[in-house]
DNA sequence: TTAGTTTAGATGTCTAGACAAATTTTTGCG
DNA sequence: CGCAAAAATTTGTCTAGACATCTAAACTAA
């Protein structure tokens, strides 16, 4: 494989493909993409060589440039954007689920700038599931405030939070005035709150979700269901966010 | 199915394609196809007409076919098997992960059958991640025990589970005899243990665990670390899992 | 300068055909 | 009948070309 070189082991960057190994074309193709990518040839977020400029270089047909890179898209290397070009992806966020589960102080962690934009908040019927995380009964009032996140500018988390309505009478406006739940929890006189459990799924999101997320739907979201409570015990709050997995990387430790 | 009533909707079955929606043929093709599915029409299993019928039934070209089921593929839909043909990929299994985490225990409560194999079982010196699970010193003797999991003859999981050489001496041993690991714990005098933590996490496989789990290093695995601890809170393995995640989901309850 | 339009460039979709590779079925020989 | 070889079937890969759609840059007119 390492053609020629005795002393110097080069970088494999326009290493030829050869049509006789068995390999497919498109395989061999991603294959040295990627491995340019590794190394940094192609830095995240950087743009890509036109697929016709791609084609040249290999010697093949556009279309067999074009199944190397939709197995690399497919992987989450890349980032296809008609009309504008292929984009090296960017590197994902960690996000760690603790008992201490805040969004903005976890990302600022790991510096990342944060940002979000309720959707809408208003009242409903507890669902069976979110009256038995809450201690309900199905059909109590509850407040659902609905989000989207962002980090570093991208959409990674879209999420409803429920509340009772009962416990926490008002803080429908006063979700409405602040900027994020905790402030808003603080206000109701919740001091602190902790995570009391949390389940993790993976599935494909709906299309609201996708659109959100400005994700494929082909492609999958991590879904966790986090329930809060109080100093007491008390349950404070239900949670379901459907994640980017293209972005982010749930780490759960409790 | 039901062809001809008039008074009836009648199942979007062979709904003609508009090519003049803006909407790709092959994404309608899909749509069609994913109902069907979900109706019923091809059960789990079932082997689908061939790329060239569904060509001829749809009337576009077999490119655009192939196009439409590389979408419901990459979405864990089908199975395409070279030579054979397309099949409608069985439905997956619900992993529970609570405190007691037993592989065989929790199958058999969604009736699957289960199997292992045990790839090998030896000594080494603890790395750091291992070592500060199990509460020793890196490079401490530990038993690394290496397993595949089959659900109804599916392998759904790679692990490995590394035990406290000082701790169970002649571990190693009994794990060759044992048929699975619970068994070789309580032969050591661990009566009982619970899981204390487990992460999550979502990558790609490596080639190896991607052969053992026979799916392509293109889709990802779903990961899990888990520590579990006997009555009296102390240390008794360590777990690593990749689990297959088209046929397992994870849910996560604590 | 600004706003709108045009144009060029890039990816997306579809068709058509040829051959390769893997599997199953059929055929023919003993 | 049994088994091995041949043929047919089915998916995999690659090429070639046409046109659509989206984006960004260049241009034009007010």
């Not at 190397?68 to 992987?75: H, I, P, S, V």
Request: aromatic share 8%; hydrophobic share 35%; glycine share 6%.
């Amino acid at each position: 494989m390492p053609p020629s070189d005795p002393s110097v082991p080069p970088l494999p960057l326009s290493a030829d493909l050869s049509r006789e190994n068995g390999v497919a074309l498109w395989k061999q193709i991603q294959q040295v993409l990627e491995a340019e990518i590794a190394q940094g040839v192609w830095p995240p977020g950087e743009k890509l060589p036109t697929e016709f400029q791609l084609a040249e270089r290999f010697d093949v047909n556009r279309h067999t440039v074009r199944r190397a890179l939709a197995g690399m898209e497919e992987k989450g290397l890349l980032r296809v954007e008609q009309g504008r070009g292929i984009f090296v992806h960017e590197h994902v966020i960690d996000y760690m689920v603790t008992k201490r589960t805040r969004f903005t102080e976890n990302l600022r962690r790991q510096n990342r700038s944060t940002d979000g934009k309720f959707l809408f908040v208003e009242m409903e019927g507890a669902s069976e599931k979110v009256a038995k995380a809450l201690g309900l009964r199905e059909g109590d009032p509850v407040i659902c405030c609905a989000k989207v996140s962002y980090a570093d500018g991208r959409p990674i988390n879209v999420s409803e939070t429920y509340f009772s309505a009962v416990r926490f009478p008002g803080i429908e406006d006063v979700l409405r005035e602040c900027e994020s739940i905790t402030e808003a929890l603080q206000r109701c006189g919740v001091r602190d709150y902790t995570r009391k459990s949390t389940r993790v799924i993976a599935r494909l999101p709906s299309q609201a979700d996708a659109d959100h997320l400005r994700q494929p739907r082909n492609r999958p979201v991590l879904v966790t269901e986090g329930l809060d409570v109080d100093e007491n015990g008390r349950p404070v709050s239900f949670g379901a966010s459907r994640w980017a997995s293209d972005w982010v990387q749930i780490v759960f430790e409790n």
